[in-house]
């Protein structure tokens, strides 16, 4: 599975070029270090795989190459950052 960066979002496409999951990440208005992980879709057909999971480490591994942190207002990945605080405070805009 091959993920792609669109401006400020992390997709999945599929060969027809529909979007079959993504995580949303604008720019913090108060603060250019850090972005706003504020949507995660992923489609019917494709739940239950961990997509979320794994769309959400590949923003925190971008958001770490490029020093910025994530504030969370998805309710996903609210859920996440509070479920395994070792695996994100280190990134996390509120720590």
């Keep these: 599975m091959e993920f792609k960066r ?3 979002a992390i997709v999945y496409r599929d060969e027809t070029d ?12 108060s603060n250019d270090q850090v972005v706003v992980a504020d949507h ?3 489609d019917p057909v494709l739940r239950g795989q961990g997509i979320a999971g794994k769309l959400l480490d590949e923003l ?3 958001m770490d190459k490029e020093g910025k942190k994530i504030k969370a207002t998805c ?9 395994e605080p070792e695996k994100y405070d280190f990134i996390n805009a509120d720590k």
């Excluded at 996903?76 to 509070?82: A, G, I, P, S, T």
């Design 6 to 8: 669109e401006g400020n």
């Design 18 to 29: 529909k979007l079959l999951a993504e995580i949303t990440f604008p720019p913090s208005s």
């Design 40 to 42: 995660t879709f992923t």
């Design 60 to 62: 925190v591994s971008e």
């Design 75 to 83: 309710p996903y990945v609210v859920r996440k950052f509070k479920e």
